[in-house]
């Protein structure tokens, strides 16, 4: 009885070791197995919605049809993040899955034929800045896991580099005229709105300018001033008669 446990349990890791070496992992375009190991995708600069991060080649060098699914572990990720994945046999993108909040999320199954391969495509969502790393577990059910991958992300606000204008903004509050200098440009577009998002006025500024405002009626008003390869500035401005 002894030999039997034993001959069986030989067996089953021969096979075990056979089914393990029939699947593996590259980049698409790639021939390298890189079946458990972490890959960074390119830096994301600014707010991006569902962008493209990495494709993988999962490849079925079994002897046999397999039907496999995968399985989306979020390992870590930023606040406000979301990410999905489409999958299915190649050629063609497989189907895309919806975002799903749960941290372990499996796809549905796919069939991959003997000495064929299945693609997976990955996607992120980044408003802010920050990171993500996610795994991507292939499997046969979603509990015993075969092989995985991992992506780790990274995304960095777009920084405007624009110097800003300084302003002067006097009298404020203003009941009859108000002056506007600027340092910094000697060229610029003075715009005037109410509180209701109206254009009051939009005029030419070098340097300085001064507005009346007698006719104005008293209220709030915004004084947006744009200036080539400056940010833009903007400032409340108060008449009071």
């Known amino acids: 009885m002894k030999k039997i446990l034993l001959s069986i349990v030989a067996i089953t890791a021969v096979i075990s070791t056979s089914f393990s ?11 390298t197995d890189i079946s458990g190991t972490t890959q960074t995708a ?3 600069t600014g707010d991006v919605m569902n962008h493209h991060l990495l ?24 606040a406000g993040w979301s990410n999905y994945l489409c999958w299915g046999a190649t050629p063609g993108i497989g189907l895309c899955y919806p975002v799903s909040t749960d941290t372990e999320w499996s796809s549905g199954v796919e069939n991959i034929v003997a000495n064929g391969a299945g693609k997976l495509q990955t996607y ?6 920050g990171s993500a790393t996610y795994r991507y577990y292939v499997s046969t059910d979603g509990v015993t896991f075969l092989d995985s991958i991992d992506v780790q992300v990274n995304s ?9 204008l300084t302003i002067s903004v006097v009298p404020n509050p203003a009941n009859a005229y108000v002056s506007i200098s600027t340092n910094g440009t000697n060229t610029s577009t003075v715009t005037l709105v109410d509180v209701l998002g109206n254009t009051v006025m939009r005029e030419a500024m070098n340097g300085a300018k001064t507005i009346n405002v007698a006719d104005y009626k008293n209220g ?22």
């Open 42 to 44: 390119p830096e994301i």
């Open 55 to 78: 494709d993988f080649i999962v490849n079925n060098e079994t002897g046999s049809d397999q039907g496999w699914k995968i399985t989306r572990v979020i390992l870590n990720q930023t």
């Open 156 to 164: 960095v606000l777009s920084i405007d580099e624009k110097p800003a």
């Open 21 to 31: 070496q029939g699947l593996n992992i590259n980049l698409d375009g790639s021939m």
């Open 124 to 129: 992120v969502s980044a408003p802010t800045g």
């Open 220 to 241: 709030i008003y915004f004084l947006r001033i744009e200036s080539d390869g400056h940010k833009t500035v903007t400032r409340k401005l108060i008449v009071r008669h």
